[in-house]
């Protein structure tokens, strides 16, 4: 085997492996893969009223963020890096939906505690 045979097929096995990455992230060839949607929540949690809804950017480009509740008063939820969300009550884990962000709030909040008012 030459050096140039080996360049050959390690180029060929990229190339196959990239291949079946994009069929993978494209299936049917619907352009890439995406993760979906939250729904929008409205629920009773540990006598706590939890909403939120998603929230359309601007320019109408990509998704925003999202607008929630705690008993009225705004919670602070982003979109991490990992693909997961953290709030601003919780900011130092990462949870899978913003339904389990605000579920973790109110679990810090306690029963008592209130938010401030302020999204940040």
């Given at each position: 085997m030459t050096r140039r045979h080996l360049l050959g097929v390690a180029a060929s096995s990229l190339l196959a492996a990239g291949g079946v990455f994009r069929a993978v992230q494209t299936p049917n060839g619907a352009g890439p893969a995406t993760?979906?949607?939250d729904p929008p929540f409205d629920e009773m949690?540990?006598?706590?009223?939890?909403?939120?809804?998603?929230?359309?950017?601007?320019?109408?480009?990509?998704?925003?963020?999202?607008?929630?509740?705690v008993d009225g008063?705004?919670?602070?939820?982003?979109?991490?890096?990992?693909?997961?969300?953290l709030s601003m009550v919780d900011h130092f884990q990462s949870y899978a939906t913003p339904l389990a962000a605000a579920r973790a709030a109110v679990d810090e909040l306690g029963p008592s505690q209130a938010l401030s008012g302020r999204g940040h």
């Open positions: 993760p979906p949607d949690y540990r006598g706590r009223r939890i909403q939120g809804e998603p929230v359309a950017r601007q320019d109408g480009h990509a998704p925003g963020g999202w607008s929630v509740t008063q705004p919670l602070g939820i982003m979109r991490r890096a990992d693909g997961g969300y």
